[in-house]
Each structure stands twice: as structure tokens, then as C-alpha cells.
């Protein structure tokens, strides 16, 4: 179990150098699709802190957070895995030094948005870094809900760079599997296939700064970029999603004592001894902004 609280680093702007090599560039596009309050939408990207309501970290430097241990988990003892409260990430995370992760897999069924009205966004993703590091090497799918309309797509990104949408059909119930491994100097492989609509998409990128520190999966609610700023934007109603079979560097995710991360309107089920767990939506449903 890790016992040291880490410094984690929050969504940063996209400021640093790194290249892509698809393996189907026809069949993706960056994203350019759903707008946020004043920006674009990122659909992943690093984990940040449960914050209280009107408060802006005052004090904290720029871009870095530091997370917070569940009320019935001390950060120095106990049987159950470390917990932390987030902003942005619901779910696992393995944790470690420098180069202790290579490979992660996960499953899951495509959850439905369930929408209302206003704008609404979540992400399902399995990915490498993120959790103490600036980078994140992740692929997944989306939920989002312009109004009461639902959208549904597939998407990587190789975080800080900008995150790119597949054009593959997307729907409810669909059964995926992603999975992102470090091919060693800077490479990785990005891998998500939907065994429901038969499509598969490998990619292949390079990120040189990626610390290989820790290992996900994890829903997101995604942020809305703008210049040198982002912030968390509503989270979509998804019922429920369960990972299955979650896999670091080959072995069940449960062996390595991971880290249970919480975010304002979910909850996040025990993980089982083959890696599998749920996350629940918890909240009204809202939407506080509608901008499409």
C-alpha cells in the first residue's frame, strides 16, 4: 500500500512537445467537437483534487494539488486500499516509482447518458501515468449529452497533447476492451477494440517525458480548455459502468494495493481479486452550464 501522500500535477495547458503515429489516421480526428464553457473539451488528461465549493486552492501553487485521504482511511494504516478525493477521476490507479509500469488492460460495457438538459460529459478510460506525472497515455470511450440528446464515441489522447476522436459507431452496451503498453523509449501502443461492433483501432505513439508511475481505470468527468486555464465541466448521468479483468503489467490490478479515487457525484465499488470493479453516478443529474 502506498503511504505517502504524492503531489499530483492538475490539467496543465498543452505546452509540451511530443509526436503521433496512427495506425488509422482516416479514421480519427482531433477533437473538435463539443465545446465547453469557453474552450474545448479535453477528454482526459491528469488527475486533480476534490476542491470545496468556491474555493480555488488559495494558497496552492499553480497546477499543483495534493490529495486527500477518506475520512475512514488514515493515510498510515489500515487493511483497505489507500482512497483519495478527486475533481475529475473516479476509480483505480496502481501506483509506484519512476518505470514501474508498462501495460494496463481493461473491460467494460459502453454505459448510456442518460440526458436531461445542459451540456454533460463523461469519459471511460484505461491508460499509463497521470496520477503523479504530467502525461497521460490513455484511449477510451465517451459519453456526453448536448441537452437531452446523447453522443457517443471512442477517442485516445496522449496527454498534454489534444485528444483525438475516432470515427467507429459507438453505442450503448457495446463491449470494449483498451489496453495502452509501453513499448520502451518513449513509445507506446494504444489499443481499443469493440467486440460488438467489430472494430479495433490500434495506435501508435510517442511521448518521451512519460514517467511510467502509475497505471488506470478510470471515469472522467472531462475539463474545458481555454488558454492557459481548464475546469471540470458537469459530469453525464451513466448509471453504472463495470470494469472487468483490469491488468497491470500483466497481473491482476487487486495484487498492488491501487488507490480507490472518488469524485463528486459517484461512488466506487470494492475491487474484486481479478481487477474488476463498478462506478456508480450518485448525483441529480444537472447540468450547471449549457453552452452548445
Known sequence: MRRKWPVLT????????????????????????FPGPGGQVQPGGPVSQ?????????????????????????????????????????????????????????????????????????????????YASKTVEQIGTEADCAGPTPKYYAWYEVYPGAGVN??????????????????GNGKFQLVLKDATQGWTQTINATEAGADLSSAEAIVEAPSSTSGSSSSVLPLTNFGSVGFTGVTVNGKSMDTLSPVRITMPD?????????????????????AQWSGF
Open 10 to 33: 492538475a490539467a496543465i495547458p498543452l505546452a509540451f512537445g511530443w509526436a503521433l503515429v496512427a495506425a488509422h489516421p482516416a479514421a480519427a480526428a482531433v477533437r473538435d467537437g
Open 50 to 130: 476534490l476542491s470545496q465549493p468556491g474555493e480555488d486552492f488559495p494558497g496552492a501553487p499553480t497546477g499543483i494539488v495534493t490529495p486527500q485521504p477518506s475520512s475512514s482511511q488514515s493515510a498510515t494504516g489500515g487493511s483497505q486500499d489507500t482512497s483519495v478525493s478527486s475533481s475529475n477521476w473516479a476509480g483505480y490507479a496502481a501506483t509506484g516509482a519512476s518505470g514501474s509500469f508498462t501495460s494496463v488492460s481493461a473491460g467494460w460495457t459502453q454505459p448510456t447518458a442518460n440526458c436531461a438538459a445542459g451540456s454533460q460529459y463523461g469519459a471511460f478510460w484505461v491508460g499509463l501515468d497521470g
Open 166 to 183: 475516432f470515427t467507429n459507431p459507438v453505442s450503448p452496451g457495446d463491449k470494449f476492451t483498451g489496453t495502452v503498453t509501453s513499448q
Open 266 to 286: 459517484t461512488s466506487v465499488g470494492d475491487m474484486a481479486s481479478d481487477g474488476s470493479f463498478s462506478v456508480n453516478y450518485t448525483g441529480t443529474g444537472f
